[in-house]
């Protein structure tokens, strides 16, 4: 056998069993091989761990696709001392995303612009990172997805994806009222995950107002409530917005500079 015919049969079943990144790494390698006169085992490894990367690399997209994240912040881009509200502790525990464990539930409250958001998609992307499936929706596109579902015929379909992810990220729960069926879709969400999959909420609501907003249905709240709170972590953020904190920030800049040209 030659030790042409050898290489291309290589290739061959690199190609066969799709290991696209070692094929292509192959000659360089087995170059660099000949020319470092390096043992078989440091061979195969350098070229097996080029194609582990590239696995790895594509699971990583994957997930981060599926995600959805709407912003990269991460857990090193929030500024606790801007709000003090924020128990940093917790939230640096929370980062270690040891609650995924047990299907414990996160829930950030507190009024517009404080970063729950933020937060929220921070202990995403940890979780993606960590190589588990995240899926972040607004509790509203939950809604509009499982009406959808609702009228196409694929119920149980959507009630799956939305079981599956190890971490589910509902925003911005109360931000706008959610008609009855969508208060008990989001109820059917919760329940089916209930002690098997954690859920990060979001909200600017205090627990006792979420029936008026919760389909106008005290009971659906209460069940909701029951079943979120049972296993979980209450964040409760106060304060100003942060948003309107820099923007005040920079009028101030701005009028210093007016006055005192
Ligand atoms: P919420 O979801 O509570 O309305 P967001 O998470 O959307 O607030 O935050 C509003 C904006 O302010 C975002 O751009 C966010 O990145 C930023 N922000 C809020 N809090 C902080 C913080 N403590 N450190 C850095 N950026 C922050
Ligand atoms: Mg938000």
């Not at 196409?152 to 729960?173: H, K, Q, S």
């Not at 009222?177 to 208060?183: G, I, T, V």
């Not at 049972?230 to 701005?254: F, K, L, P, Q, W």
């Given at each position: 056998m030659t030790e042409r015919s050898d290489y291309q049969k290589l290739r061959a079943h690199l190609a066969y069993l799709r290991m696209g990144a070692a094929a292509e790494a192959l000659p360089g390698l087995l170059d660099e091989a000949i020319r470092t006169k390096c043992s078989t085992q440091a061979f195969?490894?350098?070229?097996l761990s080029v194609e582990v990367?590239?696995?790895e690399e594509r699971?990583?997209?994957?997930l981060e696709r599926f995600a959805?994240?709407?912003s990269p912040f991460t857990l090193a881009d929030f500024d606790f001392t801007a709000q003090p509200s924020v128990?940093?502790?917790l939230v640096r525990e929370l980062g270690t995303l040891r609650f995924l464990e047990d299907a414990t539930n996160v829930l950030f409250i507190g009024p517009p612009g404080v970063g729950k958001t933020m937060l929220a998609v921070a202990l995403g992307h940890a979780a993606v990172t960590a190589g588990m499936r995240v899926h972040y929706t607004t509790a509203a596109d939950l809604a509009a997805r499982c009406h959808r579902a609702a009228l196409e015929g694929r119920w149980a379909t959507t009630m799956r994806f939305y079981a599956n992810p190890r971490l589910l990220i509902v925003d911005e729960v109360g931000y706008l009222p959610l008609p009855q069926e969508a208060a008990a879709a989001l109820f059917q969400v919760v329940s089916q995950r209930y002690l098997k999959g954690s859920v990060c909420l979001t909200t600017n609501l205090g627990i006792a107002s979420w029936g008026?907003?919760?389909?106008?249905d005290q009971m659906v709240a209460g069940a909701l409530l029951d079943r979120l709170l049972h296993r979980?972590?209450?964040?409760?953020?106060?304060?100003d917005s942060y948003r309107m904190r820099s923007h005040r920030a920079r009028a101030e800049a701005t009028r210093r500079a007016v006055r005192n040209p």
């Amino acid at each position: 056998m030659t030790e042409r015919s050898d290489y291309q049969k290589l290739r061959a079943h690199l190609a066969y069993l799709r290991m696209g990144a070692a094929a292509e790494a192959l000659p360089g390698l087995l170059d660099e091989a000949i020319r470092t006169k390096c043992s078989t085992q440091a061979f195969l490894e350098k070229l097996l761990s080029v194609e582990v990367d590239a696995v790895e690399e594509r699971r990583r997209v994957t997930l981060e696709r599926f995600a959805s994240l709407p912003s990269p912040f991460t857990l090193a881009d929030f500024d606790f001392t801007a709000q003090p509200s924020v128990d940093e502790k917790l939230v640096r525990e929370l980062g270690t995303l040891r609650f995924l464990e047990d299907a414990t539930n996160v829930l950030f409250i507190g009024p517009p612009g404080v970063g729950k958001t933020m937060l929220a998609v921070a202990l995403g992307h940890a979780a993606v990172t960590a190589g588990m499936r995240v899926h972040y929706t607004t509790a509203a596109d939950l809604a509009a997805r499982c009406h959808r579902a609702a009228l196409e015929g694929r119920w149980a379909t959507t009630m799956r994806f939305y079981a599956n992810p190890r971490l589910l990220i509902v925003d911005e729960v109360g931000y706008l009222p959610l008609p009855q069926e969508a208060a008990a879709a989001l109820f059917q969400v919760v329940s089916q995950r209930y002690l098997k999959g954690s859920v990060c909420l979001t909200t600017n609501l205090g627990i006792a107002s979420w029936g008026r907003v919760l389909g106008d249905d005290q009971m659906v709240a209460g069940a909701l409530l029951d079943r979120l709170l049972h296993r979980s972590v209450v964040v409760n953020i106060e304060g100003d917005s942060y948003r309107m904190r820099s923007h005040r920030a920079r009028a101030e800049a701005t009028r210093r500079a007016v006055r005192n040209p």
